[in-house]
C-alpha cells in the first residue's frame, strides 16, 4: 500500500473486538478490529479477516464465532491473544461459553453469538456477513469498550 494512503487510514478510529471460535480441536480468539453492524433487521454484523490467519480458516469451517466486546481495562491482557500457540491463549484469561459453546471472556462487556451467512472475497481479506444468533451482557459497567486510540491510534494486525 502506498505510504500516503496508510497514512490516512492510520487515523481511522475502530474498535478493537476478541473473535472467539470453537472447534475440534480447541478454542481459539483473535483480535479483530474492521467490525462492524450492517443490519438491524435481521441482525448482522460484517467482519473483515485477513485471510492467512488461523482464525479465518477456522471460522469457514465451523461457520460461527463469538464477538467479545472488550472494555478499555482489558488492554494489558489483549496481548494473550497474539501468542503464535493459538492452543495456549486461553491459558491466563478466565472465561465461560456462550449457548452455542463459543468463548465468552469473564471480562468483557458483552457478546453476540455468530453464525456465517455469507463472505466476500475482499482482497487480502474476507469480509464475512454473520447473522446474530443471540447475545449477552456481562459487565455493562465496565464500558467504554477498547479502540485502536487505546493502541496509540494504530492497530494493523501485524502480529
Same mark, same amino acid.
Not at 466486546?69 to 491466563?92: C, H
Not at 468463548?103 to 469480509?127: K, M
Given at each position: 500500500? #502506498?505510504? *500516503? ?10 474498535? $478493537?473486538?476478541?473473535?472467539? $471460535? &470453537?472447534?475440534?480441536?480447541?478454542? /481459539?480468539?483473535?483480535? =479483530?478490529?474492521?467490525? &462492524? ?10 467482519? =473483515?479477516?485477513?485471510? /492467512?490467519?488461523?482464525?479465518? =480458516? ?9 464477538? /467479545? ?10 496481548? /494473550?491473544?497474539?501468542?503464535? #500457540?493459538?492452543?495456549? *491463549? ?8 456462550? +449457548?452455542?459453546?463459543? +468463548?465468552?471472556?469473564? #471480562? ?6 455468530? #453464525? ?5 472475497? =475482499?482482497?487480502?481479506? &474476507?469480509?464475512? $456477513?454473520?447473522? $446474530? ?14 479502540? &485502536? ?11
Amino acid at each position: 500500500m #502506498e505510504k *500516503k494512503i496508510q497514512s490516512v487510514l492510520d487515523r481511522f478510529s475502530y474498535g $478493537i473486538y476478541l473473535v472467539t $471460535i &470453537t472447534t475440534a480441536e480447541g478454542v /481459539n480468539g483473535m483480535i =479483530a478490529s474492521w467490525l &462492524t453492524q450492517c443490519s438491524h433487521e435481521p441482525p448482522r454484523l460484517a467482519l =473483515a479477516i485477513r485471510k /492467512n490467519r488461523l482464525s479465518h =480458516a477456522q471460522i469457514l469451517e465451523t461457520k460461527k464465532l463469538c464477538v /467479545n466486546v472488550l472494555p478499555r481495562s482489558f488492554a494489558g491482557s489483549i496481548k /494473550n491473544f497474539k501468542i503464535t #500457540e493459538w492452543k495456549s *491463549k486461553f491459558d491466563m484469561v478466565s472465561h465461560s461459553l456462550s +449457548p452455542g459453546g463459543l +468463548p465468552v471472556v469473564d #471480562e468483557c462487556i458483552g457478546y453476540l453469538e455468530c #453464525e456465517v451467512e455469507q463472505y466476500l472475497d =475482499a482482497g487480502d481479506h &474476507t469480509l464475512f $456477513i454473520v447473522h $446474530i444468533i443471540t447475545a449477552g451482557m456481562v459487565n455493562p459497567g465496565k464500558s467504554p469498550g477498547l479502540t &485502536t486510540l487505546d493502541y496509540g491510534g494504530v492497530y494493523r494486525g501485524t502480529s
